[in-house]
């Protein structure tokens, strides 16, 4: 079913679809990047910038089998949907971040 353009001839948007999130809650985010000095900070540093209560003792550090790459899990206290959404494009835009999951 499509969606009645706008008096002004746009396209209206779908009304967003419900969350599957129940917020608050403790949700974790996989970042990976090169190993190198500063990527474990470097995310650290955007975590607690966009959640205050960010605990860095949670973080869950991986290294790739070939030990180039790390793969470190945060868990965010996510209190809606724009937060997550800034947490990920805040993270995915940072120069020593390859992907966000």
């Not at 779908?14 to 969350?19: G, K």
């Not at 960010?54 to 949907?81: C, P």
């Not at 937060?83 to 999951?101: G, I």
């Amino acid at each position: 079913m499509q969606t009645p353009p706008l008096p002004d001839g746009k396209p209206a948007s779908p009304a967003e679809p419900p969350s599957l999130i129940e917020y608050p809650c403790l949700f974790p985010i996989k970042v990976m990047g090169e190993k190198v000095d500063g990527l474990v900070h470097a995310i650290t540093v955007v975590a607690k910038t966009l959640d205050p209560a960010f605990d860095a003792s949670t973080i869950e550090l991986r290294e790739s089998k070939g030990g180039k790459y790390l793969g470190v899990t945060i868990h965010i206290n996510a209190t809606s949907r724009t937060q997550l959404d800034e947490v990920y494009r805040t993270l995915s835009t940072h120069p020593m971040v390859k992907v966000v999951l």
